[in-house]
């Protein structure tokens, strides 16, 4: 399984940015997927989830209300919509397929990560 992660760039506190993630292969397209992010010195953590079929998602506290994450099943793709950034938004953020339907917070239960993409809010 290869993930391709893509979107990512520099913005202002207050933007809007959407990052995505297309995965090959059957095995990934219907697993449990999510996002997670690393900001420089810092340690990985959970951004957002979304099951297999994209009916149930969990997020982050500190991004709730303002990401989104959805998925279609039919490009094998799951994109991230990230509102009203901060600059505590900035760091690396990675997309990954689980071992399973989900939602899954814990990123032991992720099989596969793509290379991850840089987003940086400027306040």
């Known amino acids: 399984v290869q993930l391709q992660a893509s979107g990512g760039g520099l913005v202002q506190a207050g933007d809007s940015l959407r990052v995505s993630c297309a995965g090959s292969?059957?095995?990934?397209?219907?697993?449990?997927k999510g996002w997670f992010r690393q900001a420089p010195g810092k340690d990985r953590e959970f951004v957002a989830a979304?099951?297999?079929?994209?009916?149930?998602?969990e997020y982050a506290g500190s991004v709730k209300g303002r990401f989104t994450i959805s998925r279609d099943n039919a490009q094998n793709t799951v994109t991230l919509q990230m509102n009203s950034l901060k600059p505590e938004d900035t760091a690396v953020y990675y997309c990954a397929v689980g071992a399973g339907r989900g939602p899954f917070v814990e990123s032991s239960l992720y099989e596969y990560w793509g290379q991850g993409t840089l987003v940086t809010v400027s306040s």
């Open positions: 979304i099951n297999y079929s994209g009916r149930s998602t």
């Open positions: 292969g059957d095995v990934s397209r219907y697993a449990a």
